[in-house]
Every structure is written in C-alpha cells, then in structure tokens.
C-alpha cells in the first residue's frame, strides 16, 4: 500500500523539519518535490553547538497498519550516508519515536531522472525493527500499538556532518 508518492508535486505539504537547533545546534533540513517525480529529504547537518541531526516529520490522523508486515522506502540508490526512520503511535510521548536504520536495498530498477540516471531501489524495514527511543538513546516500553500510526519521519544524524540529500520516490506499506 502506496503512503507517500512523491511523484506528486503537493505530497512534501505535511512534512516539516525537527532538527538539533531545539538544542541549540545548527542543522537544517526540508522534505521537498522535484518535478522530475521524486522527493528530496536534503539539508546540512552541523556538529557545532554541541548539534549533530536532522529530520523530517508528517503526522496524520491514526491508520491502522497491523495488517502489514512493515514499512518501504523507494529511494535512490546513491547514499553515502545513513538515515533511520522514526514512527509514532498516538500514546507516544512528544520526545519519544520508535526507529529502526534504513537497511541495505532488497530490489533494484533503474529510470532516468532528467539527464541523471536514478538507481532506484526498494528497501523494506519490518515493524518488529522499530525500537523506542528517547532523544536518541534506546528506552524500555511498550511495542507500538501498530492499529494507531500516526507519525512518520526520516532522521540523519551519528556524527556525518556535512550536506545531505535522499531521493524518494515513495514510502508505503508491505
């Protein structure tokens, strides 16, 4: 099931950035549309001020997704750097998520993007991967109640300073 297609131009509407400046930091991100039929979550991620993440987030009304073994990400292959996508529950507390890394690819295609190339691929990350974190370190509680999702977000962080960008084609359900 098809959540987010980027190849429609309104789709980065609801998407807003949560970076390190709630503590001071100096990061910076944006999820926003190509018309070349993709999305781009981009930005900077800066180490001063004691920063070192950013992400973007969507919330919406509560879906129940416990008829599904996990979430999809279509995005370009090209990926120096590793994200983590972040879920919440409507019982989740404001400062807590449950994430879980963006794994290696599982299916590849090709398509062309403008003049560029994009290597398209699919990675599938099961909900069971998702584990409850409070300001990125790991908590004890309760698995996430998988019939009330009503928060999703992409996360870039660890130390990798320095511009950043991931191409999406669409993030869906399996």
């Not at 190849?7 to 980065?12: I, K, N």
């Not at 100096?26 to 992400?55: C, D, I, Q, W």
């Not at 990926?79 to 449950?98: A, E, F, G, H, M």
Request: include cysteine; aromatic fraction near 12%.
């Amino acid at each position: 099931m098809i959540f987010f297609d980027f190849r429609v131009l309104d789709a980065a509407k609801p998407w807003y950035g949560i970076n390190d400046t709630v503590m001071g930091g100096l990061s910076r991100s944006k999820m926003t549309v190509s018309p070349l039929g993709y999305g781009e979550f981009s930005g900077h991620v800066s180490l001063a001020n004691g920063g070192g993440f950013a992400s973007v987030r969507c919330e919406f009304n509560p879906i129940d997704v416990s008829g599904f073994t996990g979430i999809y990400v279509e995005l370009d292959g090209d990926r120096p750097k590793d994200y983590k996508v972040n879920l919440k529950d409507i019982d989740t507390p404001q400062s807590t998520v449950y994430q879980a890394p963006m794994p290696a690819p599982s299916h590849q295609t090709f398509g062309v993007s403008g003049a560029r190339v994009m290597n398209w691929q699919r990675i599938e990350i099961p909900f069971s991967d998702f584990l409850p974190q409070c300001r990125g370190k790991p908590i004890s509680r309760v698995a996430m109640d998988l019939s009330q999702v009503c928060s999703l977000g992409l996360v870039i962080g660890a130390q990798q300073c320095g511009d950043f960008s991931l191409k999406i084609k669409e993030i869906g359900y399996y």
